[in-house]
């Protein structure tokens, strides 16, 4: 946000920090009177962040992004990062050995 690169933040709003609330769903879909602004306002994010069970939602259906980055990949488990792996051409897996260990070993 402060190098001026708008985003989308999918999940509930009660999660996010308060200076980003603007960028919820929520608050975007708040601002849109038809499904149709709706849909084209959602397509106009190039960024969209969520978590990795939260990307069934209606702003990313049928989108293809360039990348995925995701954090904490050394937690996931595979079928709950599949989906998202999936929405991108090529993706980014950030995890940190200095903190939690894997949750698979093997």
């Excluded at 960024?47 to 995925?68: M, P």
Aim: contains cysteine; glycine residues 4%.
């Amino acid at each position: 946000q402060k190098e001026g690169q708008d985003f989308l933040r999918l999940g509930r709003k009660e999660r996010v920090r308060a200076e980003l609330l603007s960028n919820t769903s929520e608050e975007v879909a708040r601002r849109c009177s038809t499904p149709t602004m709706l849909s084209d306002c959602y397509n106009s994010y190039l960024v969209v962040g969520s978590t990795c069970l939260g990307v069934d939602h209606a702003a990313i259906v049928n989108r293809q992004f360039d990348w995925c980055v995701l954090d904490e990949a050394s937690q996931a488990l595979l079928p709950s990062v599949l989906s998202s792996l999936l929405l991108a051409k090529r993706f980014i897996l950030v995890g940190d050995p200095a903190q939690l260990p894997p949750t698979v070993q093997s």
